[in-house]
């Protein structure tokens, strides 16, 4: 008589899903708030506490690096034939000035060296004096856009970097603004 809209499942008693994680809730109160609490009772512990929340937001903000980083254009990719990599036969081919390109593609995105190096490069500027950080932030912000300029296999490309690259040294430079110095004060 009862059926759910859209073809989706049928909620159950709302009293059973809100006792169903109970269990687990109350292992992360009685656990894990008394192991924080410890941990950042002792200065060493906190130290290391914090710098391994500061990495892992490092980690986060390399994931959230916008769109136009994270997806190539039509311009900052060369001409090559896809090929499938199940091993099927079918192919698109795209030509160029000089005739189609044959070469196979991979699939995993990856990252572009400024993205590899901003959590180093933000770790070590959370850890210095508070006396050298102007420089430290600058010299950090200048080698994060020059690796822009690197090419595969770390060879300087004559020209400007693809956009892609570009807008992945830029994430990195604003993440040592938000991430880098947030946690520099926070660990001092």
Not at 23 to 31: A, E, N, Q
Not at 62 to 72: G, M
Not at 74 to 84: C, E, F, G, I, S
């Amino acid at each position: 008589a009862n059926k759910p809209m859209n073809g989706a499942m049928p909620a159950s008693s709302p009293s059973s899903t809100l006792w169903a994680d109970l269990p687990r809730r109350l292992l992360t109160v009685s656990v894990g708030a008394p192991l924080v609490v410890t941990i950042l009772s002792h200065p060493t512990t906190s130290l290391i506490f914090f710098q391994a929340v500061h990495l892992l937001c490092c980690v986060e903000w390399i994931r959230l690096v916008p769109a136009a980083a994270s997806t190539a254009s039509k311009d900052d990719v060369p001409v090559a034939t896809l090929k499938k990599t199940d091993g099927d036969s079918d192919t698109s081919t795209s030509s160029g000035a000089s005739g189609a390109i044959n070469s196979s593609v991979s699939t995993s995105p990856t990252i572009p060296l400024p993205l590899q190096l901003f959590p180093i490069v933000s770790l070590l500027m959370a850890s210095i004096s508070t006396t050298h950080l102007p420089l430290g932030i600058c010299i950090s912000s200048a080698i994060l856009h020059l690796t822009a300029y690197a090419g595969d296999g770390g060879a300087i490309q004559s020209s400007s970097p693809c956009s892609t690259t570009k807008t992945a040294s830029q994430h990195a430079q604003h993440g040592l603004l938000y991430l880098s110095l947030s946690f520099h004060y926070l660990l001092k």
